[in-house]
């Protein structure tokens, strides 16, 4: 794809979805970083629909804890992989309060450092909570910009760096939102909807109709 086409790409996704925000539910940005550990391998509705109860009242650390590892397996049992997840949010939890004074840093070593916590949630974290211009590459992200021509990579890193290289900085920061909506709902894995798409003369997918 063109520089000029790559542009114009983003812009039309900026346009046909002016304020994107993300799908999970959560109350204040430790409330965030469990919903996004607990998204590994989950949808968001799956996490919503487990964490509309747990954060009426388990919405700090120190609240966490008190739940104990047990108790939080009970309100997170219909998400895959429940068991770690809910170990690790028990051991981040601690490390927030012996390390953060209970909240969470807002740098990409310091979270990353946390249990559960890899590229792309701290990326999810730094862009939801603090406003940071990262893009955390995910599976939507990572097959439309191959897909498409946008930004061609091997791995979610190599991905992630072309964004940043090809994409004006001014729209990085919701970049990450654009794309991620654009894959879940238009740009689908099995049956893209290319008859409704807006970028649909920019794209360089072979099997696009
Ligand atoms: S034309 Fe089809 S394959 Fe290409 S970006 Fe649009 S929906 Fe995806």
Not at 9 to 14: A, P, V
Not at 76 to 82: K, N, S
Not at 128 to 134: L, Q, S, V, W
Request: hydrophobic fraction near 40%; charge should be positive.
């Amino acid at each position: 794809m063109k520089k000029g086409d790559r542009v114009e790409f983003i812009k039309r996704l900026s346009a046909d979805i002016p304020a994107p925000v993300t799908e999970l539910k959560y109350r204040n940005s430790y409330t965030l970083l469990i919903a996004v550990v607990l998204s590994a391998q989950a949808t968001d509705v799956s996490v919503n629909k487990a964490t509309k109860k747990l954060f009426r009242k388990y919405y700090t650390p120190v609240k966490m804890l008190d739940l104990g590892e047990e108790a939080l397996k009970q309100y997170i049992r219909t998400i895959g992989l429940y068991n770690t997840k809910a170990k690790n949010i028990i051991a981040l939890s601690k490390m927030l309060i012996e390390l953060h004074a209970g909240q969470v840093p807002d740098e990409r070593q310091a979270l990353e450092a946390l249990p559960g916590v890899g590229r792309k949630t701290a990326g999810v974290v730094l862009n939801e909570a603090f406003g940071k211009p990262t893009i955390a590459v995910d599976t939507h992200i990572y097959r439309v910009s191959n897909r498409t021509g946008l930004a061609k990579g091997k791995t979610p890193n190599e991905v992630e760096k072309k964004l940043h290289k090809v994409l004006p900085n001014e729209y990085i920061q919701n970049a990450h939102h654009w794309l991620i909506l654009f894959g879940r709902y238009v740009c689908t894995a099995r049956k893209p909807k290319c008859g409704n798409c807006v970028v649909f003369d920019l794209c360089s997918f072979k099997g696009k109709n």
